[in-house]
């Protein structure tokens, strides 16, 4: 215990002799202290005077540099001004890179607002930017203007008529950089041959690096305007000069049908250059001239190219309303089948929003078309059954009606391809050739009907069975030498070939069934053996087959007068009817003269009963349905 009081008293007796030292340490550093305030008390104007004049050198230095700054931008201005001043026509690079430099120089003293007078050379600067800004568009007006010519109708119509168009990502068929726009002239491309230059290929650069300027300096909707009236007045006449003109349905409809086919045939004409040349040409030129340019180049090529397509569609649109007539039918699907032709064509080059109503205008008129053509269909098998006309065929021959009918029916034929694509508008995925069947069995049948009506103007029952087997023979036979018959089938011709049998039998029994009876003689001997000189005991008396000769002398030769002007125009149907007479007539002439001839040859003028031999008899029916008086 003892011990470690003692360890404490020297503990503390050692903190004690510490503190002693601390403070002997603390009172000599504050001597030094003071020693060396008072040397940098002495020392600091000597310093104050060295750093002023250290900054007054370095202001010199700025004040020099910016000096120079100053000037050589004053004069890049000059530079750029006179330049500018001159105008973008002569050098348009040059002039573009001048702009340039002075609005960086304007940049520079926007920077520089500390700067005596630099308000006042901003804005001369900015006066003068302006002025160039106006120049540019004045430029990119004159050189729209200038060369937004129409392309003569020499060169489109002399254009080759069928280029191959293609789906072709190359720029060089496309005539800009395909990275840079979507559009369809880029894919629309010819791979032989090319739509003709809508502007001079040295003026599009110029066209561009103008255009790119004008949306860079915010005047887009200058720009816009200027490309878009330049290029609808070019296209316009264009159109107006190959001879496009906006009609109405009053104008269609009094046109003649020769002077409307003579114009159909130019406006599908039209229709094929414009599709091909003129505005894949424009859709073409819009994407060069703003190739890499944030611009709406769909609404703007929409706009220039809108009232030429309308005018371009307005004789089809017009056609179409008008006055339905068979006649026109023909015309009609001429048209469709143009305008069918060209519907990806209108997909393409018109796809996006913009031409939405462009495409819509095309696309209606499509089904229009069609719309019209089937109504027209409906509108022949009306006239065809209805038909009242006056012309009678005195001859029995084939009525102008069934020419007509059948003529037309052959006619549709020539436009099967075109058929088929118009009753998809309405019958998609159907079966088009049974589209075509039920319209050609409807004509046919109106066609039959109307037949079967005018056979009830002949009073004669035989002229009126050799019309209906006419007519009917004739719709046959024209439907065997067709296209028709793989449609109409080979059930419907057999039908209508039983219908002339038909007609023919009912002639053979109403013309030659008295002829026939009259040599038939009740109670006569059908043995062949010669006829007794006493005629009592076989029933049948002298005077009864002079009777008999005679009745058939003069049956023969009135229907010898008359059918011989009645008229089979059909040869196999003419021979067919010949024959079928003579396998009834002759054998039972020839039985009745060998059997009862005897009896009139002794008489004072036997040629009064023999009057026709049976060669005669066989010449005569040699001369049915000629169609001309014949000699006896």
Same mark, same amino acid.
């Given at each position: 215990?003892?011990?470690?009081?003692?360890?404490?008293?020297?503990?503390?007796?050692?903190?004690?002799?510490?503190?002693?030292?601390? &403070?002997?340490?603390?009172?000599?550093?504050?001597?030094?202290?003071?020693?060396?305030?008072?040397?940098?008390?002495?020392?600091?104007?000597?310093?104050?005077?060295?750093?002023?004049?250290?900054?007054?050198?370095?202001?010199?230095?700025?004040?020099?540099?910016?000096?120079?700054?100053?000037?050589?931008?004053?004069?890049? !201005?000059? &530079?750029?001004?006179?330049?500018?001043?001159?105008?973008?026509?002569? @050098?348009?690079?040059?002039?573009?890179?001048?702009?340039?430099?002075?609005?960086?120089?304007?940049?520079?003293?926007?920077?520089?607002?500390?700067?005596?007078?630099?308000?006042?050379?901003?804005?001369?600067?900015?006066?003068?930017?302006?002025?160039?800004?106006?120049?540019? /568009?004045?430029?990119?007006?004159?050189?729209?203007?200038?060369?937004?010519?129409?392309?003569?109708?020499?060169?489109?119509?002399?254009?080759?008529?069928?280029?191959?168009?293609?789906?072709?990502?190359?720029?060089?068929?496309?005539?800009?950089?395909?990275?840079?726009?979507?559009?369809?002239?880029?894919?629309?491309?010819?791979?032989?041959?090319?739509?003709?230059?809508?502007?001079?290929?040295?003026?599009?650069?110029?066209?561009?690096?103008? !255009?790119?300027?004008?949306?860079?300096?915010?005047?887009?909707?200058?720009?816009?305007?200027?490309?878009?009236?330049?290029?609808?007045?070019?296209?316009?006449?264009?159109?107006?000069?190959?001879?496009?003109?906006?009609?109405?349905?009053?104008?269609?409809?009094?046109?003649?049908?020769?002077?409307?086919?003579?114009?159909?045939?130019?406006?599908?004409?039209?229709?094929?250059?414009?599709?091909?040349?003129?505005?894949?040409?424009?859709?073409?030129?819009?994407?060069?001239?703003?190739?890499?340019?944030?611009?709406?180049?769909?609404?703007?090529?929409?706009?220039?190219?809108?009232?030429?397509?309308?005018?371009?569609?307005?004789?089809?649109?017009?056609?179409?309303?008008?006055?339905?007539?068979?006649?026109?039918?023909?015309?009609?699907?001429?048209?469709?089948?143009?305008?069918? &032709?060209?519907?990806?064509?209108?997909?393409?080059?018109?796809? @996006?929003?913009?031409?939405?109503?462009?495409?819509?205008?095309?696309?209606?008129?499509?089904?229009?078309?069609?719309?019209?053509?089937?109504?027209?269909?409906?509108?022949?098998?009306?006239?065809?059954?209805?038909?009242?006309?006056?012309?009678?065929?005195?001859?029995?021959?084939?009525?102008? =009606?069934?020419?007509?009918?059948?003529?037309?029916?052959?006619?549709?034929?020539?436009?099967?391809?075109?058929?088929?694509?118009?009753?998809?508008?309405?019958?998609?995925?159907?079966?088009?050739?049974?589209?075509?069947?039920?319209?050609?069995?409807?004509?046919?049948?109106?066609?039959?009907?109307? =037949?079967?009506?005018?056979?009830?103007?002949?009073?004669?029952?035989?002229?009126?069975?050799?019309?209906?087997?006419?007519?009917?023979?004739?719709?046959?036979?024209?439907?065997?030498?067709?296209?028709?018959?793989?449609?109409?089938?080979?059930?419907?011709?057999?039908?209508?070939?039983?219908?002339?049998?038909?007609?023919?039998?009912?002639?053979?029994?109403?013309?030659?069934?008295?002829?026939?009876?009259?040599?038939?003689?009740?109670?006569?001997?059908?043995?062949?053996?010669?006829?007794?000189?006493?005629?009592?005991?076989?029933?049948?008396?002298?005077?009864?087959?002079?009777?008999?000769?005679?009745?058939?002398?003069?049956?023969?030769? /009135?229907?010898?007068?008359?059918?011989?002007?009645?008229?089979?125009?059909?040869?196999?149907?003419?021979?067919?009817?010949?024959?079928?007479?003579? &396998?009834?007539?002759?054998?039972?002439?020839?039985?009745?003269?060998?059997?009862?001839?005897?009896?009139?040859?002794?008489?004072?003028?036997?040629?009064?009963?023999?009057?026709?031999?049976?060669?005669?008899?066989?010449?005569?029916?040699?001369?049915?349905?000629?169609?001309?008086?014949?000699? /006896?």
């Amino acid at each position: 215990m003892e011990a470690l009081v003692q360890r404490v008293r020297k503990l503390r007796a050692s903190i004690e002799s510490s503190e002693g030292y601390a &403070e002997s340490t603390a009172a000599v550093l504050g001597s030094y202290e003071q020693r060396l305030s008072d040397i940098d008390a002495a020392m600091r104007p000597i310093q104050v005077s060295r750093q002023a004049a250290q900054r007054a050198h370095d202001n010199i230095d700025r004040a020099i540099r910016a000096a120079n700054d100053i000037l050589a931008q004053v004069v890049t !201005a000059r &530079e750029a001004e006179a330049t500018i001043l001159k105008g973008p026509h002569e @050098d348009l690079e040059s002039y573009l890179k001048a702009v340039d430099r002075l609005k960086e120089v304007a940049g520079f003293f926007t920077l520089k607002d500390n700067f005596n007078n630099c308000e006042r050379f901003l804005n001369d600067i900015n006066i003068l930017l302006s002025k160039s800004s106006l120049m540019i /568009e004045e430029e990119f007006k004159n050189l729209m203007i200038t060369h937004s010519t129409p392309v003569e109708p020499d060169l489109l119509l002399g254009w080759p008529s069928k280029p191959k168009w293609a789906i072709d990502g190359d720029t060089e068929a496309s005539g800009g950089n395909s990275g840079d726009s979507k559009h369809p002239s880029k894919s629309l491309a010819t791979t032989i041959d090319r739509t003709p230059a809508m502007i001079l290929p040295r003026i599009l650069p110029l066209l561009n690096a103008l !255009a790119q300027r004008l949306v860079q300096d915010g005047n887009q909707q200058s720009c816009y305007r200027i490309y878009r009236d330049a290029r609808r007045s070019a296209l316009e006449l264009s159109l107006r000069k190959l001879g496009v003109e906006k009609l109405s349905k009053d104008d269609v409809e009094r046109m003649k049908l020769d002077a409307l086919e003579a114009k159909i045939g130019k406006c599908t004409q039209f229709m094929r250059i414009a599709m091909r040349l003129l505005l894949p040409g424009e859709r073409k030129l819009c994407d060069e001239v703003f190739d890499g340019i944030s611009f709406n180049k769909d609404q703007c090529f929409a706009e220039l190219a809108g009232t030429g397509v309308l005018t371009l569609l307005s004789f089809a649109d017009a056609f179409a309303k008008s006055k339905r007539s068979p006649e026109k039918l023909f015309l009609l699907l001429d048209i469709y089948e143009v305008m069918h &032709e060209f519907g990806s064509e209108v997909e393409v080059i018109f796809q @996006d929003s913009f031409c939405s109503e462009i495409r819509g205008a095309a696309l209606g008129l499509l089904k229009l078309l069609a719309q019209t053509a089937q109504e027209t269909f409906v509108d022949f098998e009306e006239i065809i059954e209805k038909d009242t006309s006056k012309t009678n065929v005195h001859d029995g021959t084939v009525h102008p =009606l069934t020419i007509y009918a059948i003529d037309y029916v052959k006619c549709l034929f020539d436009y099967q391809s075109t058929l088929k694509l118009l009753f998809q508008e309405f019958e998609t995925g159907s079966d088009t050739e049974f589209q075509l069947g039920v319209v050609l069995i409807k004509i046919m049948q109106a066609l039959q009907n109307n =037949l079967d009506g005018k056979s009830k103007q002949y009073k004669d029952p035989a002229l009126m069975c050799i019309f209906l087997a006419n007519n009917v023979h004739y719709m046959v036979t024209s439907v065997r030498r067709s296209e028709a018959k793989n449609i109409l089938g080979d059930y419907w011709i057999q039908r209508h070939r039983r219908i002339v049998q038909q007609n023919a039998n009912q002639y053979k029994r109403v013309a030659w069934g008295k002829v026939v009876q009259t040599l038939s003689v009740q109670g006569a001997s059908s043995t062949g053996m010669s006829i007794p000189s006493d005629l009592s005991s076989s029933g049948v008396s002298r005077a009864m087959i002079k009777e008999r000769f005679k009745s058939f002398n003069m049956q023969f030769g /009135e229907l010898h007068a008359k059918q011989s002007l009645w008229t089979i125009p059909d040869q196999e149907l003419r021979e067919t009817l010949r024959l079928a007479i003579a &396998e009834v007539l002759l054998p039972a002439y020839r039985s009745f003269v060998k059997r009862f001839g005897n009896l009139v040859e002794n008489e004072k003028k036997p040629h009064k009963y023999l009057k026709y031999s049976l060669e005669g008899v066989d010449q005569l029916l040699g001369e049915f349905f000629e169609g001309q008086q014949s000699g /006896e």
